[in-house]
């Protein structure tokens, strides 16, 4: 089993930045990937950015330019640095650690992007 717990959530104006942050712990050798996804009521949870062990990056389209996800393999950390944040940026954002064939989910914390 994995743990994951997200941390940095919260309201901030247009144009502004925040920076999400995620601990993995447990069965951590079997983590190939972490991610950052989020969701809003009524859609779908899309990806927002992705990292593998190996430091491959991928990334929504529409935060490309604007969000960096970055790892701490060491502390088992992962991180999000979202800039020049949008309105349509507000959502649930959820961190998941993968392994082959399955993925762990934090619990949430909510992004808030104000005018």
């Known amino acids: 089993q994995v743990q994951v717990v997200e941390s940095g959530g919260g309201l901030v104006q247009a144009g502004g930045s925040l920076r999400l942050s995620c601990v993995a712990s447990?069965?951590?050798?079997?983590?190939?990937?972490m991610g950052w996804y989020r969701q809003t009521p009524g859609k779908q949870r899309e990806l927002v950015a992705r990292?593998?062990?190996?430091?491959?990056?991928d990334y929504a389209g529409s935060v490309t330019g604007r969000f960096t996800i970055s790892r701490d393999n060491a502390k088992n950390m992962a991180y999000l640095q979202m800039n020049s944040l949008k309105p349509e940026d507000t959502a649930v954002y959820y961190c998941?650690?993968?392994?082959?064939?399955?993925?762990?989910w934090g619990q949430g914390t909510q992004v808030t992007v104000s005018l």
């Open positions: 447990g069965s951590i050798a079997s983590i190939v990937a």
């Open positions: 990292i593998t062990n190996g430091g491959t990056t």
């Open positions: 998941s650690a993968e392994r082959i064939g399955y993925r762990y």
